[in-house]
């Protein structure tokens, strides 16, 4: 209950400017008092000393304020649109811009000072009334409270004071607010106010806000919108125009319902404009695809290119697929651990356009796009390359290679050996096998059969810059590669050999609609037709029953094709996979490399993930098998020797071959005869003390023990 005699006191010390006399009185009521408990009374008296001392000679504030460009007149955001014309998003523009009071509606500024400081144009700066209405009411509480505060002290804590709620700040907010008052005129200071104070979202100042919820400028604002904006400084984040808009609503009729009071607008005019919905800017989707076309807009044009807005981007994405990415993406690593990150990508074979990109599991916890930009070891999802590469070579599915172990000399003294998974050995393996199974100790054999310098020359023609330097251990995957770098480099195996150009811009319209610029689509001959079919049919083994027979129903559902990495220590795991259509590849591991416990291989992570995505994606597709080059001869072989079929051979399988490699002898195991021409290719003798490669750092770190 209220005293009204320390009330009219109050009233009284203000309006005599706190004559010493009554500011005893004041003291005397306020100790006398039986109304309130001691501790109570305390706090009261320490207010008033507050009044006091806020009303005492202000330090002039000599800090310049500071200026943003003037707004562009007829601003609108960069609008981005998917393939089929699916509205996507905006770009707005990060400038901060000065928007002087004349273009600041007068609706808007009626409003603001309605809801947050109604008698502006009455007080010095400070309202007495106001704080005292604000101290007596939370007497009760026992603790200073920030009420009370004008348009200008909120100015001034906003531009130049911390957030700290200490008395000493309170003070010295108040006594600079009348400061303030003495050197700028009420429509300089709320100019000031409406383009430094926040709106939320990241939007400071209202070219900012009325920017990013309803892509205008401040002039073109409505009488509801004006409203909509002015009920946020309060709380930006309860009353997000983007967050609750049941919420929303409600503060944007306590402020209509404040100028009714007021007599600002009439009751009529408040009832009509209640009436009307909420309607922002549509919020963006995809935002990691976003920022990346917002990151090629910036490195193609420069930065003025999103500040000047206007244009409308026709990207590549598929809206419908970006979203089951997200949500593949998201659910998949979540399963396994809240700390991971991850990263899928997919994009057409046939014109590289990019028509998904995750860059992370929650763009919330920040803009880093792990699928174009983290680079990371690959492990075995590197070895469809180096097969290939010996497939173009002259090597085939079905060439030999012993696993026995194998010592390469690093120099220095220093040696290396390759080893398997677990460290087991398997014997003689047709390059089929030893891909479908990741068998490390045979790649390498392989690779050093090719040649390091081919081998990488062809990495080049695929989009993949490979360093030579780190020798034999390329073939393990130890050279860092992008999502994105290692999915293109897929593309052809999928596209007949061809390598398409990577793009998420397909066309850019003025703000006139009229076509500004176009980017076709480019393609250009990477490997033969032939070999990218035998790779292709190589790597189905791998979802059968290799590494990823976690795919094997996907696989008869879908023709599809594909490879797990897994890197040492389980440290990143990948699964990068295609079907005639589409090419997805998935990284999951965690942003700091560290081990991800024994399992957080390739086929058990990132092989599911994969799977979720495709089978949304393709639910509704038919099955459509990669087509047959004329290229490409079928025969009947014994899988393990290599050779064509004996009548007595107890295992035989169709195999493909590049025309011009295929066997031409019988198994001689089971009744056929050789002749010395026509036995498969063997890899070389062990290089031990023959030249060292050029080799630095760790030789294998990556898949040196692991699979997949």
């Not at 026995?404 to 050996?417: A, C, D, K, L």
Request: net charge positive; charged share 20%.
């Amino acid at each position: 209950m209220k005293n009204p005699q320390s009330d009219g006191h109050v009233a009284t010390l203000v309006r005599t400017h706190l004559d010493p006399s009554l500011i005893k009185e004041l003291i005397t009521i306020v100790i006398s008092s039986t109304l309130l408990p001691l501790k109570k009374l305390l706090f009261l008296f320490i207010a008033v000393l507050f009044l006091v001392a806020i009303l005492a000679p202000a330090a002039v504030a000599r800090e310049k304020l500071a200026t943003y460009p003037a707004l562009p007149p007829g601003y609108s955001s960069i609008k981005v649109f998917d393939h089929k014309g699916r509205f996507v998003g905006r770009l707005p523009s990060e400038g901060r811009y000065w928007v002087p009071i004349a273009q600041i509606p007068v609706f808007l500024q009626k409003a603001l000072v309605a809801i947050e400081d109604v008698r502006f144009y009455q007080h010095g700066g400070i309202d007495i009334r106001g704080i005292a209405r604000a101290l007596m009411k939370d007497v009760v509480k026992g603790k200073m409270v920030e009420g009370g505060s004008t348009i200008t002290q909120q100015l001034i804590k906003n531009k130049y004071l911390s957030g700290e709620k200490t008395l000493d700040r309170k003070l010295t907010e108040a006594r600079l607010a009348m400061d303030f008052e003495e050197k700028y005129t009420k429509k300089q200071i709320l100019e000031m106010y409406f383009n430094e104070i926040y709106f939320g979202n990241g939007a400071w100042g209202v070219a900012q806000a009325a920017r990013l919820y309803f892509d205008k400028t401040p002039e073109q604002l409505t009488q509801a919108e004006c409203a909509l904006l002015a009920g946020i400084p309060k709380a930006p984040s309860r009353y997000n125009p983007l967050g609750n808009p049941a919420m929303v609503k409600a503060r944007r009729d306590l402020v209509l319902g404040r100028m009714a009071e007021l007599k600002i607008i009439s009751a009529r005019q408040k009832k009509q404009l209640s009436s009307q919905p909420i309607v922002t800017v549509k919020r963006n989707e995809a935002p990691y695809y976003l920022a990346h076309v917002r990151s090629k807009l910036v490195d193609q044009y420069g930065s003025k290119i999103i500040e000047q807005g206007g244009l409308d981007v026709i990207s590549a994405m598929d809206l419908p697929m970006q979203k089951l990415a997200e949500k593949a993406l998201r659910d998949g690593v979540k399963q396994i651990s809240p700390d991971l990150q991850g990263a899928l990508l997919c994009l057409d074979p046939a014109t590289g356009d990019v028509l998904a990109a995750v860059g992370g599991v929650d763009y919330a916890q920040g803009p880093f796009n792990r699928a174009f930009f983290a680079r990371r070891q690959p492990g075995s999802a590197i070895k469809p390359l180096i097969y290939a590469a010996a497939l173009e070579k002259g090597y085939t599915a079905s060439s030999l290679f012993d696993d026995s172990p194998v010592t390469y000399n690093r120099g220095n003294g220093e040696i290396w050996q390759p080893q398997n998974y677990g460290k087991e050995l398997y014997g003689e393996l047709t390059l089929r096998k030893a891909l479908a199974y990741s068998n490390n100790v045979v790649t390498v054999k392989l690779l050093d059969a090719i040649e390091i310098p081919y081998f990488t020359g062809f990495a080049s023609t695929l989009g993949l810059s490979l360093h030579a330097a780190n020798g034999l251990s390329l073939a393990l995957g130890t050279d860092d590669v992008t999502l994105h770098d290692l999915v293109s480099a897929y593309a052809p195996f999928a596209n007949g050999g061809l390598l398409p150009k990577s793009r998420t811009i397909i066309r850019i319209y003025d703000r006139n609609r009229r076509v500004w610029t176009e980017n076709p689509t480019s393609v250009t001959p990477a490997l033969s037709p032939a070999t990218a079919y035998v790779t292709t049919q190589m790597l189905k083994d791998v979802m059968r029953y290799g590494t990823a027979k976690s795919l094997e129903k996907f696989s008869r559902e879908h023709a599809s094709a594909g490879k797990t990495g897994t890197t040492n220590d389980y440290r990143d795991a990948w699964f990068v996979g295609y079907t005639p259509r589409l090419v997805t590849g998935v990284w999951v591991g965690y942003d700091k490399p560290r081990p991800g416990g024994k399992g957080f291989t390739g086929g058990a992570v990132s092989a599911p993930i994969w799977g979720r995505f495709m089978r949304s994606v393709l639910a509704a597709e038919p099955n459509v098998d990669f087509p047959k080059p004329d290229t490409v001869v079928s025969v009947l072989i014994d899988p393990e020797t290599g050779y064509l079929a004996a009548p007595d051979c107890p295992v035989t399988r169709d195999e493909n071959y590049i025309e011009g490699t295929e066997p031409t002898e019988y198994c001689p195991v089971h009744g056929g005869v050789v002749s010395p021409t026509s036995a498969p290719l063997e890899p070389p003798l062990s290089r031990l003390n023959e030249k060292p490669q050029e080799e630095t750092g760790e030789l294998a770190p990556a898949d040196s023990g692991q699979p997949r």
